[in-house]
């Protein structure tokens, strides 16, 4: 009920981004499907972070970022649909996360499979 509340807010009401931790915890399975169309149709930033093979299933390989960790450092990188075309035909975003195929697989003490809408880079540092 509490995300579909800030997902469901006006827009003038809602923050510029919304960080979401693992979303689909104690979720049915038709109900992550329903938070991923409220995290699609937002047009604000939405950053998620997730393990769920079901929520990736619902968005769109340029909606994901994935980020891999070696030695203490944190690498990101979007996935770019096109790259991933021939794969797609036969395999869906999650079932290529549980192959290794995207990466952002737990092989070091950081891990992180994130889906973000709206992304922006900062600017400042």
């Not at 909606?63 to 979007?78: A, F, Q, T, Y």
């Not at 035909?89 to 990466?103: A, F, I, P, R, T």
Request: glycine residues 6%.
């Amino acid at each position: 009920m509490c995300l579909a509340t800030v997902f469901l807010q006006p827009e003038e009401l809602q923050p510029e981004t919304i960080l979401v931790d693992e979303p689909e915890l104690g979720l049915h399975p038709y109900a992550i499907t329903v938070l991923a169309s409220l995290i699609r149709t937002n047009i604000k930033q939405v950053i998620v972070s997730t393990q769920s093979v079901e929520l990736l299933n619902e968005f769109d390989a340029n909606d994901v970022i994935v980020v891999d960790g070696d030695e203490g450092k944190s690498s990101l990188r979007s996935l770019v649909r096109h790259e991933l075309e021939a794969w797609l035909e036969d395999y869906s975003l999650g079932e290529l996360w549980k192959k290794n195929v995207l990466g952002g697989r737990r092989n070091s003490k950081y891990w992180f499979h994130g889906i973000n809408r709206n992304f922006r880079y900062p600017t400042d540092f």
